[in-house]
């Protein structure tokens, strides 16, 4: 059945560095991959997305990356900032079911001042 | 500007008490969804809308139930309501987009409280 999971429940880094969290899933036939934010108490919002035919995509402050091979994908945050605290969710979707998304559980990354 | 909406944000209800969640769209994406979240859980797919075609979960409790009457507006039913359904509802819209990805907009959430 397909899965999307994450390597760490929790990851705690100081101001100013760069974060990297991580997510492994186990059906290949993902069509697209899309990282959330969720902050306490809000739903989650959106920060990228990354089709499966790319390697890497970037955004502001963050960049993306998608290895088909060992089947894992993640997320690199740039000059992790204090409001970047949050739990992060990695999703998969295939086009074949529609708009349907997959969730892995949670990263739970914490900034320190 | 919100662009989904979720009312009330804090439901209490009694144990087997019908209840009710709303959610509206501004968006006028042809696709909502249903997750039920529980404490730093990954949201869990209840259901969707795809445009009026309903989509349930295989896994989805016939306790739940979903209403869209318009683009704008869809309902969660929970006919019974029991302890374990105690969670924090949340409901998401996406435009249906072949080729691209489905960025789906999610609501601030209803956290429910069962009594």
């Known amino acids: 059945g397909e899965s999307v999971g994450l390597h760490l429940p929790t990851l705690s880094v100081q101001e100013g560095d760069n974060s990297i969290i991580n997510c492994a899933y186990s059906?290949?036939?993902?069509?697209?991959f899309i990282w959330y934010k969720q902050e306490s108490g809000k739903g989650p919002q959106f920060i990228i997305d990354?089709?499966?035919?790319?390697d890497k995509r970037q955004g502001q402050r963050v960049t993306v990356l998608l290895n088909k091979t060992v089947k894992h994908l993640s997320l690199q945050i740039a000059a992790t900032q204090p409001g970047d605290s949050a739990v992060y969710f990695c999703?998969?979707?295939?086009?074949?079911?529609?708009?349907?998304?997959?969730f892995g559980e949670g990263t739970q990354l914490t900034v320190n001042p | 500007d919100a662009m989904v909406i979720q009312n009330p944000r804090y439901q209490v209800t009694q144990f087997g008490k019908p209840v009710t969640l709303s959610c509206s769209q501004t968006?006028?994406?042809?696709?909502m969804y249903w997750y039920q979240q529980k404490s730093s859980q990954a949201p869990k797919l209840l259901f969707h809308?795809?445009?009026?075609?309903?989509?349930n979960e295989a896994d989805t409790p016939d306790n739940f139930q979903s209403r869209r009457p318009n683009t704008s507006f869809c309902f969660l039913d929970i006919r019974s309501p029991g302890l374990g359904d105690a969670a924090m509802y949340l409901c998401?819209?996406?435009?249906?987009?072949?080729?691209?990805?489905?960025?789906?907009?999610f609501g601030p959430g209803t956290r429910l409280t069962v009594t």
């Open positions: 998401a819209t996406s435009r249906d987009r072949r080729g691209g990805t489905y960025e789906q907009y």
């Open positions: 059906n290949s036939a993902s069509d697209y």
């Open positions: 990354i089709r499966s035919n790319m």
């Open positions: 999703a998969r979707g295939l086009e074949t079911s529609g708009s349907r998304l997959t």
């Open positions: 968006l006028n994406h042809n696709v």
């Open positions: 809308y795809y445009d009026k075609d309903f989509n």
